[in-house]
């Protein structure tokens, strides 16, 4: 479920500062603390509230969604260690879907761009023509009054809440550190990745005047 403050509604779109956000409204009694829920789903009551997201560099989302789990020092999603021997004879047993976001294999775990080449290939791509990036916001940024971006998401999370008719104290959200940073080094992408990612996530890139970022290429 969404999340509902007392008048508007969080749309979360996993991979874009989402926890941060939280903690500004938790801290600003707007909400309490309560895990982070990426649905579409918005509650029968909030269906008329004012509804905002936050979306960012589709190039930085990917190299953020293959970060992750590394940074959390986590397992996968079915408990297995992708750290293992045994993660690739596992991973068979569990059956994978090639659309899931999780690395399949080990070589997946290690090399972003291999990963990278999976998910810019899967079938929800090949369905629906757009990058998994882009279709994540975009279910999120149809639903949404006010988009604001996680390059600017401290002004943009003023603005929304402003704009919603919240009332909170802004120096809270001016002045709150960063949460879940990852302390992971960037990897560099390679040049089919980057091109694909430009031509698959166009219309994100465009519209909301992205760059290709500071990221390395070989």
Known sequence: MALALKNSVFLHVQKTGGH??????????LTEKCPIDHSDEIPKECENFFKFTFIRNP??????????????????????????????????VFKLKLDFLDAQNV???????????????????QKNNIGIASLYMQR?????????????????????LTLAGEVFD??????????????????????????????????????????KCNFKLF
Request: charged share 30%; with cysteine; hydrophobic share 35%.
């Open 107 to 125: 070589n997946e775990f290690n090399d972003f761009n291999v990963w990278m080449k999976r998910i810019l290939n899967c079938s929800l791509v």
């Open 170 to 211: 802004k120096e809270i959200i001016e002045n709150n550190k960063p949460v879940h940073v990852s302390q992971i080094l960037k990897p560099q992408i390679s040049k089919e990745n980057l091109h694909k990612i430009l031509i698959l996530d166009r219309e994100i890139i465009e519209k909301y005047k992205y760059g």
């Open 20 to 29: 941060w956000v939280n903690d500004c409204l938790v801290k600003c009694n």
């Open 59 to 92: 190039i930085d989302w990917y190299v953020s969604r293959w970060r992750c789990p590394h940074h959390r020092g986590r397992c996968w999603w079915n408990g297995i260690d992708p750290t293992s021997p045994k993660f690739n004879d596992e991973c068979e």
């Open 140 to 160: 999120k940024i149809n639903l949404s009054n006010f988009v604001g971006k996680k390059e600017n998401i401290k002004n943009d999370l003023i603005k929304a």
